[in-house]
């Protein structure tokens, strides 16, 4: 059974700081992983799609990774604005079912 | 954005009733999947489906059904609803393949008193 878990589940920065948001899968069969953005009683909005043959995808500040054989995403965020400040979550599609499996989340505060 | 619509956006609802929330596509995708987040347990995946009749279970599919009619809607039943489905649904829609993103609605906030 595939287990998403991000970590931290909590984090606080000030602004202007770079951070990384950290996800980890334990099986590696999967078709891709997906970074969303929550905001507090909203939907999810995607942000970065890494295909599994892929090792990184960047738009605009942010900057996600993949390696599939450790099992293992991050999600860089550079100079961090309180804008940003929301729930970071990732999900992988898992291969042949294409079932989306969700961690729980990092919910991120940037500080002015 | 994504045409994806859920409906209800807000419930509520006694113990022991009936429930469907709707979930609309206009996008002619493949998969739609239905969740359900909460406090402290992230979103889990209630059942999926990967085409026109065709549906599957996810990890929390008791006091559930679905039924996919045809390609544009999703619904999701609780046959007799209990309080512990007070919950926020979401629904999702994906297309198939190794590179397509996964797109929400909304969401549907359900009440069971």
């Known amino acids: 059974k595939q287990e998403v878990t991000q970590i931290p589940a909590a984090l606080s920065v000030p602004e202007g700081e770079n951070l990384v948001l950290n996800c980890s899968f334990t099986d590696s069969a999967i078709y891709n992983l997906q970074w969303f953005r929550q905001d507090p009683g909203k939907g999810l909005t995607s942000l970065l799609l890494i295909q599994s043959s892929q090792r990184e995808q960047t738009s605009g500040r942010l900057n996600a990774s993949l390696d599939k054989s450790s099992g293992r995403s991050t999600l860089y965020i550079a100079a961090s604005q309180p804008g940003d400040s929301a729930t970071y979550l990732c999900a992988v599609c898992q291969g042949g079912s294409e079932k989306l499996v969700f961690g729980k989340g990092t919910k991120l505060t940037v500080n002015p | 954005d994504a045409g994806i619509t859920q409906s209800p956006r807000h419930k509520v609802t006694e113990t022991g009733t009936p429930v469907t929330l709707r979930c609309h596509q206009t996008e002619n995708h493949r998969y739609m999947y239905w969740y359900r987040q909460d406090p402290g347990h992230g979103l889990r995946l209630i059942h999926y489906?990967?085409?026109?009749?065709?549906?599957d279970k996810g990890e929390v599919s008791d006091g559930y059904s679905v039924s996919r009619s045809k390609t544009e809607d999703f619904l999701l039943t609780l046959e007799s609803a209990t309080s512990s489905q007070t919950s926020v649904y979401f629904c999702?829609?994906?297309?198939?393949?190794?590179?397509?993103?996964?797109?929400f609605g909304q969401g549907t906030r359900l009440t069971v008193v």
């Open positions: 489906s990967y085409g026109v009749k065709d549906t």
């Open positions: 999702a829609i994906r297309d198939k393949g190794m590179n397509t993103e996964a797109f």
